[in-house]
């Protein structure tokens, strides 16, 4: 069992920079993929980025490409998400995610989600 926490949500306005956090408990934190899924109200969820359980390989939905980065710190038992050149559009509740398996679709574990809001 893993469990999920993440910090780091708020508000920023558009061309700003937020970087979220997502701590992890449990002693297989190391073995797991972990990644960041997003849901806007009104919106299905949808996937943001994954990384494997090195952080050598990482897949970013397009959205995001060039804006977002991933990584990870074993030692620490944390992911983060840094995010820059925020939009409008990344408003959202951002969800942090680990399993063997993370697909854009699935995950075995979540987060309660933080809030990320984007101003004008």
């Known amino acids: 069992q893993v469990q999920l926490v993440e910090s780091g949500g708020g508000l920023v306005q558009a061309g700003g920079s937020l970087r979220l956090s997502c701590a992890a408990s449990?002693?297989?934190?190391?073995?797991?993929?972990m990644g960041w899924f997003r849901q806007a109200p009104g919106k299905e969820r949808e996937f943001v980025v994954a990384?494997?359980?090195?952080?050598?390989?990482?897949n970013y939905a397009d959205s995001v490409k060039g804006r977002f980065t991933i990584s990870r710190d074993n030692a620490k038992n944390t992911v983060y998400l840094q995010m820059n050149s925020l939009k409008l559009e990344d408003t959202a509740v951002y969800y942090c995610?680990?399993?063997?398996?993370?697909?854009?679709?699935?995950?075995?574990?979540w987060g309660q989600g933080t809030q990320v809001t984007v101003s004008s």
């Open positions: 449990g002693r297989t934190f190391s073995r797991y993929s």
């Open positions: 995610a680990a399993g063997n398996l993370i697909t854009k679709r699935y995950a075995a574990y």
């Open positions: 990384i494997n359980w090195s952080g050598g390989a990482t």
